[in-house]
T-cell receptor
Framework: GQSLEQPSEVTAVEGAIVQINCTYQTSGFYGLSWYQQHDGGAPTFLSYNALDGLEETGRFSSFLSRSDSYGYLLLQELQMKDSASYFC????????????FGKGTMLLVSP | NAGVTQTPKFRVLKTGQSMTLLCAQDMNHEYMYWYRQDPGMGLRLIHYSVGEGTTAKGEVPDGYNVSRLKKQNFLLGLESAAPSQTSVYFCASMLDGNTEAFFGQGTRLTVV
């Protein structure tokens, strides 16, 4: 099985940079994904890292280090609309392919 | 394309009643998942399916049953609802070998 650990809450101000960490324990997985969920809404896909290193998509970047069982989501130039919950997720490589999520990090962006 | 559609969006049940939640996707995805989301618990996997006619248990399967008779539909059943099943239920689908899961808008279920 898998387990993913994230901080429960992070706070930041508009225009700042924030990093949300995710550590995981898994026997094997395809890659690390990140999802965003606004209050009352559905999770939506943000990014995916199949290989070690940094992936950049606009203001958002995601990083993976398989040797350290660690990844993070980096949000730059924070905006109020970035206030949401962020989930890391892995899809198991062996057997039936479950998609497992961390408990999520609530990001609160203040003016 | 509609993507992933869940019905109903809201429901109130009495303890002991039964109901079925429907998830429909029009993207020809092989993988489909049912999650429940409770405050502070994140998304917990109930059951999932890797193709038509297949289902498997996730992390919290007790009290739920599923069926995938058609590739586009994944049904979640509650045979005898309990207050502990009060939650928001999300369905998701994903193409085999792909990286992005698509979610429905959720079903808010209250069991009284």
């Amino acid at each position: 099985g898998q387990s993913l650990e994230q901080p429960s809450e992070v706070t930041a101000v508009e225009g700042a940079i924030v990093q949300i960490n995710c550590t995981y324990q898994t026997s094997g997985f395809y890659g690390l994904s990140w999802y965003q969920q606004h209050d009352g809404g559905a999770p939506t896909f943000l990014s995916y890292n199949a290989l070690d290193g940094l992936e950049e998509t606009g203001r958002f970047s995601s990083f993976l280090s398989r040797s350290d069982s660690y990844g993070y989501l980096l949000l730059q130039e924070l905006q109020m609309k970035d206030s949401a919950s962020y989930f890391c997720a892995v899809r198991e490589r062996s057997g039936y392919s479950t998609l497992t999520f961390g408990k999520g990090t609530m990001l609160l962006v203040s003016p | 394309n509609a993507g992933v559609t869940q019905t109903p969006k809201f429901r109130v049940l009495k303890t002991g009643q039964s109901m079925t939640l429907l998830c429909a996707q029009d993207m020809n995805h092989e993988y489909m998942y049912w999650y429940r989301q409770d405050p502070g618990m994140g998304l917990r996997l109930i059951h999932y399916s890797v193709g038509e006619g297949t289902t498997a248990k996730g992390e919290v399967p007790d009290g739920y049953n599923v069926s995938r008779l058609k590739k586009q539909n994944f049904l979640l059943g509650l045979e005898s609802a309990a207050p502990s099943q009060t939650s928001v239920y999300f369905c998701a689908s994903m193409l085999d070998g792909n990286t992005e899961a698509f979610f429905g808008q959720g079903t808010r279920l209250t069991v009284v």
